[in-house]
């Protein structure tokens, strides 16, 4: 059984090396962004930015998801999948295109709009290539494209702003420069592709059953866009454009744990697929779901550790109290890991229908008690809105997905350790007892209660061959 775990955290460790790596890329575009574009310019970048996010999935039907999930099947012609999938693109992609240059010419809309479509092709081919690498386990592939692809786009777009000064115009040509490139990049090294696809059959059943498994998946990306945004619509409603900021402010440290959270994900849906049919599924599921729960409040009891001490350090005094936030909104992050850990059953049993059910429930859920708890009690109702509606989904996807998978919790320990981090988030605002001491004691015994888990992680990553000790 260790072999699973290894192969489980080297991938975590190779999307981690992608992730964090293209992150970093997109820090310095900002460093080049702020010295190019004036304050108008770029907020225009990141609207348009956010709109290509939100299209993706509409205009793409989200079958890059269905590639991915199709290419693991073993009794799928994987040339049949790359080739619907890239058909569904390519015939969207030129209507999408044709009616924005239609738009321009006959209704006056802005060039822009050819640019988003240009980059939502473009992207869209790139998704496709890439979850077909990824799904085929060509996982370093993957990764080195996205690097590359970062990459690509901060050198093309730093020589048009920096050379040519053709301001945000040249973002975008260099999003379809560079995702171009990668196409090209993806087309050569993934594996004989042409022959691939000039060897596949069409299979019109095959496109059916792609579509109804993407087709839900669309409206699930928005459900999470209106659980992620409406809080910050309803506290500038209710509260002002300051309190957003420091609801912004605030956000930004449980960013660090969703990515984390988000990186783990990646690797975890490989891997739920690769061991859906196995006699120890079950074992397995619940094993790796102790173990994420685990890390998430141990990383959670060491950021609330440091969070006074770093607020006050790393932000300025106007700032400072939006510490006071971060403890829920940990809170959040964690459950919404969790959430999307039983998600991932979701995908394995080719349910997806189920999953939109589920995340339409926790964004009604959060929009009614943000209207509810904002006016009264103001960024507190926002945090405490967003962590129901995320514990609201898990609960239900665990319950909902037991007919296929029984994960077996270890409530023992979570439920305690759960209590203590609560704990330490309650001694934060109170400045009788040391904070010092209470986030010693905090960390110690939230240690103490999962180190089963901890031993039983490492005991597996470690040890090279089959133990009858690998019981979770």
Same mark, same amino acid.
């Given at each position: 059984?260790?072999?699973?775990?290894?192969?489980?955290?080297?991938?975590?460790?190779?999307?981690?090396?992608?992730?964090?790596? &293209?992150?970093?890329?997109?820090?310095?575009?900002?460093?080049?962004?702020?010295?190019?574009?004036?304050?108008?310019?770029?907020?225009?970048?990141?609207?348009?930015?956010?709109?290509i996010n939100l299209c993706l999935p509409f205009v793409t039907l989200s079958i890059y998801d269905a590639v991915l999930r199709f290419v693991m099947k073993d009794n799928e012609n994987k040339g049949s999948v790359l080739m619907n999938g890239l058909v569904i693109c390519v015939v969207v992609g030129i209507l999408f295109i044709t009616g924005s240059i239609i738009g321009i010419i006959f209704f006056g809309l802005e060039m822009n709009t050819l640019v988003i479509a240009a980059i939502i092709f473009a992207q869209s081919i790139n998704l496709v290539f890439a979850q077909y690498a990824r799904g085929t386990g060509r996982i370093k592939l993957y990764v080195v494209n996205g690097l590359l692809t970062a990459i690509l786009i901060f050198s093309i777009v730093s020589v048009l702003l920096v050379y040519f000064h053709i301001g945000i115009m040249g973002y975008f040509i260099g999003m379809v420069i560079a995702f171009?490139?990668?196409?090209?990049?993806?087309?050569?090294?993934?594996?004989?592709?042409?022959?691939?696809?000039?060897?596949?059959?069409?299979?019109?059943?095959?496109?059916?059953?792609?579509?109804?498994?993407?087709?839900?998946?669309?409206?699930?990306?928005?459900?999470?866009?209106?659980?992620?945004?409406?809080?910050?619509?309803?506290?500038?409603?209710? !509260?002002?454009?300051?309190?957003?900021?420091?609801?912004?402010?605030?956000?930004?440290?449980?960013?660090?744990?969703?990515?984390?959270?988000?990186?783990?994900?990646?690797?975890?849906? !490989?891997?739920?697929?690769?061991?859906?049919?196995?006699?120890?599924?079950?074992?397995?599921?619940?094993?790796?779901?102790?173990?994420?729960?685990?890390?998430?409040?141990?990383?959670?009891?060491?950021?609330?550790?440091?969070?006074?001490?770093?607020?006050?350090?790393?932000?300025?005094?106007?700032?400072?109290?939006?510490?006071?936030?971060?403890?829920?909104?940990?809170?959040?992050?964690?459950?919404?890991?969790?959430?999307?850990?039983?998600?991932?059953?979701?995908?394995?049993?080719?349910?997806?229908?189920?999953?939109?059910?589920?995340?339409?429930?926790?964004?009604?859920?959060?929009?009614?008690?943000?209207?509810?708890?904002?006016?009264?009690?103001?960024?507190?109702?926002?945090?405490?809105?967003?962590?129901? &509606?995320?514990?609201?989904?898990?609960?239900?996807?665990?319950?909902?997905?037991?007919?296929?998978?029984?994960?077996?919790?270890?409530?023992?320990?979570?439920?305690?350790?759960?209590?203590?981090?609560?704990?330490?988030?309650?001694?934060?605002?109170?400045?009788?007892?040391?904070?010092?001491?209470?986030?010693?004691?905090?960390?110690?015994?939230?240690?103490?209660?999962?180190?089963?888990?901890?031993?039983?992680?490492?005991?597996?990553?470690?040890?090279?061959?089959?133990?009858?000790?690998?019981?979770?």
């Amino acid at each position: 059984m260790s072999s699973k775990y290894k192969k489980l955290f080297q991938n975590t460790v190779l999307f981690s090396i992608g992730s964090m790596g &293209s992150k970093l890329i997109s820090l310095l575009l900002v460093v080049v962004f702020t010295h190019h574009l004036n304050p108008q310019e770029y907020g225009e970048v990141e609207l348009i930015s956010v709109i290509i996010n939100l299209c993706l999935p509409f205009v793409t039907l989200s079958i890059y998801d269905a590639v991915l999930r199709f290419v693991m099947k073993d009794n799928e012609n994987k040339g049949s999948v790359l080739m619907n999938g890239l058909v569904i693109c390519v015939v969207v992609g030129i209507l999408f295109i044709t009616g924005s240059i239609i738009g321009i010419i006959f209704f006056g809309l802005e060039m822009n709009t050819l640019v988003i479509a240009a980059i939502i092709f473009a992207q869209s081919i790139n998704l496709v290539f890439a979850q077909y690498a990824r799904g085929t386990g060509r996982i370093k592939l993957y990764v080195v494209n996205g690097l590359l692809t970062a990459i690509l786009i901060f050198s093309i777009v730093s020589v048009l702003l920096v050379y040519f000064h053709i301001g945000i115009m040249g973002y975008f040509i260099g999003m379809v420069i560079a995702f171009s490139i990668s196409n090209v990049i993806l087309f050569c090294f993934i594996g004989k592709v042409a022959e691939t696809l000039v060897k596949a059959p069409w299979d019109r059943d095959l496109m059916k059953r792609m579509l109804l498994y993407s087709l839900p998946l669309i409206p699930n990306t928005l459900m999470f866009w209106v659980m992620d945004t409406s809080d910050r619509l309803l506290i500038q409603s209710f !509260l002002g454009l300051a309190a957003n900021g420091y609801y912004a402010v605030a956000n930004k440290i449980p960013v660090i744990l969703n990515t984390l959270s988000s990186i783990f994900m990646q690797a975890w849906q !490989l891997t739920a697929i690769e061991e859906g049919e196995q006699k120890d599924r079950d074992r397995f599921y619940s094993s790796v779901f102790n173990a994420l729960a685990s890390f998430m409040i141990i990383v959670s009891a060491l950021i609330l550790s440091i969070l006074k001490w770093g607020f006050g350090i790393g932000l300025g005094s106007e700032f400072y109290e939006a510490w006071r936030f971060v403890p829920i909104q940990l809170f959040a992050v964690i459950f919404a890991s969790f959430s999307s850990f039983i998600g991932v059953i979701y995908a394995v049993q080719m349910r997806t229908k189920q999953v939109f059910t589920t995340s339409f429930v926790g964004a009604a859920l959060n929009l009614l008690l943000n209207l509810l708890l904002i006016p009264r009690m103001g960024l507190y109702g926002a945090a405490i809105a967003t962590t129901i &509606s995320f514990l609201s989904v898990w609960i239900a996807r665990l319950l909902q997905t037991r007919k296929y998978v029984k994960i077996r919790i270890k409530f023992l320990t979570l439920v305690p350790a759960l209590a203590v981090l609560a704990a330490q988030a309650m001694f934060l605002y109170q400045t009788k007892v040391p904070n010092l001491l209470t986030n010693i004691l905090a960390v110690s015994t939230i240690l103490l209660i999962n180190l089963r888990n901890i031993q039983f992680m490492i005991r597996n990553l470690l040890t090279k061959k089959r133990r009858k000790s690998d019981i979770a």
